[in-house]
């Protein structure tokens, strides 16, 4: 109540000093109010992570650690910090946590600069298959800097090709191996990457951006027991604030946190690590882990109902929140479909596919989750997509649907 008052008090100061802005932020609020958010990373913040990230913190400088600054007044941000340092350490059972990586790509540069040295040899998911940029694209820094070796999918059943990582383990002795992946929908065997990296004598990197959030609700395995770092975001599943985090054990704590700050990183960012500690106190709840649950049930019940309506959804499925599915037996590709899909306000990202050239589609279920959608909802939504796929629900009739069912459940932080 208060939160909101205040929402609405900091909305009115912007509006009288900088209109134009702040007609820009009602748009993006209506927008996301009135389509629906299918994107597969994206989620809906609480209004009290809001709170904070829009607080005072956010004028504080504080390089360094909590009772080790490079700047004076760092007392009370420094409880901050250590609060999102001790309920992550609690909320994924790990020795250390590592929560001012500014994003996921920080966290995963971050993990790198603390187990190699430019030229190693990686090995990792390929981007044709899902694999982040981070994961060696040459576009990235990643791809320029070290020695990527990519593993990929079986092109029938779309899962991970357990034969060949090991072959290229064998092959390449990389210095670390990552898994991890931005389309995977299914739940990454941690145990056998463990055992591949042994193998072989290779550190392992879990990349779980991704289903962190779900780890956290205890809806998918955790990689913290397995890889000797973990890196995530927190604002994809995990509902808090945009940013990254690295998890890992006693004995990389130091060069883990030498390798963001100072190596890869200059000040925290002191609002965004006080909005962290608010979304772990949130995903530490019992709300949170039936959320993770439904989270999962929904993305159960939208693939299986893109899969009634024809699409073919990769894997045949989905353990997580994120489905990727082919949409040319409707007769388009990926982009088109994208946009056809847009059009009519169903909102959602393209990717690669485990075989040939074209694209597909790649959605999740975190957002429409948070607002409260259930099975039901995910089953008119797959018979929604496929008619305006198919062309027999138009652009203006599609968007008066997904206007109807988005206004049915307001998003906690764009209402
Ligand atoms: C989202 C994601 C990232 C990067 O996160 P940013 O915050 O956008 O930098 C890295 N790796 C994987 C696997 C991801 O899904």
Known sequence: MSVSRTRTAEAAVLRRQDPELADILLGEQQRQATTLQLIAAENFTSPAVLAALGSPLANKYAEGYPGARHHGGCEIVDVAERIAIDRAKSLFGAEHANVQPHSGSSAVLAAYAALLRPGDTVLAL????????????????????????????????????????RALARAHRPKAIVC?????????????FREVADEVGAYLIADAAHPIGLVAGGAAPSPVPYADIVCATTHKV???????MILCGAELAERVDRAVFPFTQGGAQMHTIAAKAVAFGEAATPEFKAYAHQVVD???????????????????????????????PQGVDGRTARGRLAAAGLVLDCCALPHGESRGLRLGTAAVTTQGMGEGEMAYVAGLMARVLRGETDAQRGRAEARELAERFPPPSAG
């Not at 940029?133 to 020695?147: E, I, K, Q, V, Y």
């Not at 995990?238 to 990254?244: F, S, V």
């Not at 299986?304 to 024809?310: D, F, K, S």
């Open 298 to 328: 929904n993305a159960q019940v939208l693939a299986a109902g893109l899969t009634a309506e024809g699409l073919a959804v990769t894997t045949g499925g989905t353990d997580t929140h994120l489905i990727t599915a082919d949409p040319a």
């Open 238 to 244: 995990l509902r808090g604030p945009r940013g990254g």
């Open 126 to 165: 390929g981007l044709p298959y899902g694999g982040h940029l981070t994961h060696g694209s040459p576009a990235n820094f990643s791809g320029r800097w070290f020695d990527f070796v990519g593993y990929g999918v079986d092109a029938e059943s779309g899962l991970i090709d357990h034969d060949q990582v």
């Open 180 to 192: 991890g992946s931005i389309a995977y929908p299914r739940h990454v065997d941690y145990a056998f």
